[in-house]
């Protein structure tokens, strides 16, 4: 059975339910919140709603009796496939708001039934909203505002779907049904000694096809960063019939019929299984944490350190307010890691290192054979509580958010201060604080991933929230970034999206859309299309 499937996961909120935050631990983040921001309001801890006493919407689709017992309309399943994990989707769910709740769960349990469900819902024009793990943070779930021009709204969900059903160790792929969680994925791997090493940080609570479909970003700072990279093959089941590409290694035959589906976002088609590339596991790391006496100091190092072709697994920096958690001690914090399954690579980290040092960077704990201890073990505790505590934010009723992007290294320095700027304006008198660090660094350019907390007066908390969305992404956008590096478009990107695509492409994606999905119903208003437009 799928570890995430065999605990309880939130219905409101991240991850699994036996690791939210408690009443007692937020009445202590109240505190320290309270201490920290003393000119905001005072947080507030609302109680989470039960899903007995949720007012869901009234249920206006009969499945045929062929599909019926693939479907559910129980309230604790509605509720859940309402909405994705974003600071947005966790507010409305915390007010009891399930407008946007689907009339039917749908479990298929093999790619025949995935193919019947699209076939009746086109034919009734009922709204189909591809669900894997549920994980998105941009609205990329939810299709409540398609219900006015739709018959109804289903989820399919892919979780039954799941397994790896073929393992090729000659050419280090395997085949995978979509709805293979991540940890499972691994634990099916592991005895063949093989790794698909994409490790975003949903992973317990992602699926393979959801990443296909995002076009996800993985834990690893260079070199594979997006599950782009490992994906040798598809399968998709589209309303208009399947479309599956040919296993290769590489080709030059035309337009690669699998960059149609990557990051589509369940607009074109259900991804069921795709063959991905694997990598033997690692077994020799090495690992060192430097600081800067400016975050600008750091990047400079960073982009000497992946211009040189080292290519760290970890490239990770940290500006000094965050890594204050992590034993930055008013510095900024370039946390390398390097690690390969065949050479030890000591002499990898100690060349990043000569680089960081020779811009200014201290190590005093020098290199060191683990993740898990010292500066970057403390990091990486905190990088995967954070949603958790996030959510907890949400709870008393500030604001918690992130924005991520990438953008060229010439540009990065406008880019960081436009968005300091905006969103300390739309932050307001409250105060609040910014934090930036890199999630992953290119040869020509890094992934900037900024972290907002800001206090909020009681009923302003989503009105507030969308300012400092808008303003952040405005100037994200004019600073000549993109809206989203490995977050996805969904429908709270979508405004910005629109205008960050050639027109001319928004018409022939238009166009495909219309050959695969002629009756408009794969998952309304996300990429293109009226709802929401």
């Not at 206006?60 to 062929?66: D, E, G, K, R, Y």
């Amino acid at each position: 059975m799928s570890t995430a499937k065999a605990r309880d996961r939130s219905w409101w909120g991240w991850g699994f339910v036996d690791e939210a935050l408690g009443d007692e631990e937020l009445e202590a983040v109240a505190d320290v919140l309270a201490r920290r921001f003393p000119t905001g309001p005072a947080p507030v801890l609302a109680s989470v709603p039960e899903v007995t006493g949720l007012d869901l919407p009234p249920v206006t689709i009969v499945p045929p009796a062929s599909l019926r017992d693939l479907c559910s309309e129980a309230p604790g399943d509605r509720a859940a496939h309402t909405y994705g994990k974003s600071f947005r989707d966790v507010v409305r769910s915390l007010a009891g708001d399930v407008a946007a709740a689907p009339d039917l769960v749908v479990r298929p349990r093999a790619e025949q039934d995935v193919a019947d469900v699209l076939e009746w819902c086109a034919g009734a024009g009922i709204a189909v909203v591809p669900y894997g793990g549920g994980s998105s943070v941009v609205g990329g779930v939810e299709g409540g505002a398609a219900r006015g021009q739709f018959a109804g709204v289903v989820s399919l969900d892919l979780q039954l779907l799941a397994g790896v059903v073929e393992v090729d160790r000659t050419s280090r792929a395997a085949r995978v049904r979509a709805g293979t969680f991540g940890p499972d994925l691994e634990d099916a791997l592991r005895p063949h000694r093989l790794t698909l090493r994409h490790f975003p940080q949903s992973f317990e609570h992602s699926t393979l096809g959801g990443w296909v479909a995002t076009r996800a970003g993985g834990h690893f700072a260079t070199n594979y960063t997006h599950i782009d990279d490992f994906v040798e093959s598809l399968r998709t089941v589209t309303p208009a019939g399947v479309l599956e590409s040919r296993r290769l290694p590489g080709s030059g035959a035309g337009p690669a019929p699998d960059r149609l589906v990557l990051g589509s976002e369940g607009i074109l088609g259900v991804v069921t299984e795709a063959w991905v590339r694997l990598q033997d596991r690692p077994v020799h790391r090495a690992t060192a944490a430097v600081r800067f006496p400016s975050f600008a100091a750091g990047a400079e190092a960073a982009r000497s350190v992946v211009q040189a072709g080292l290519f760290p697994a970890n490239c990770r920096l940290l500006d000094p307010e965050e890594a204050a958690g992590s034993g930055g001690e008013g510095s900024a914090l370039l946390l390398l890691g390097f690690e390969s399954a065949m050479f030890p690579v000591d002499g990898l980290c100690r060349s990043a290192l000569e680089r960081c040092l020779d811009h200014g960077g201290a190590a005093p704990q020098g290199i060191r054979s683990s993740s898990t201890e010292g500066a970057p073990g403390a990091w990486r505790s905190s990088f995967f509580r954070a949603p958790y505590l996030r959510d907890g934010v949400a709870r008393l009723g500030w604001i918690a958010e992130t924005f991520e992007t990438a953008v060229t290294w010439e540009r990065f320095p406008m880019l960081h201060a436009a968005v300091s700027d905006a969103v300390h304006a739309a932050v307001g008198p409250g105060g609040g604080s910014l934090t930036c660090r890199f999630t992953h660094v290119y040869p020509d350019g890094p992934a900037p991933y900024f972290t907002v907390l800001a206090p909020s007066e009681r009923g302003r908390q989503l009105g507030h929230w969308q300012e400092i969305k808008d303003a952040a992404s405005e100037a994200i956008l004019s600073s000549g970034g993109t809206i989203t590096h490995h977050h996805a478009v969904g429908r709270d990107h979508r405004p910005w999206y629109d205008r960050q695509r050639p027109d001319l492409f928004a018409e022939a994606l238009a166009a495909t859309k219309a050959r695969l999905d002629p009756s408009g119903v794969l998952n309304p208003g996300v990429l293109i299309g009226p709802v929401g437009a």
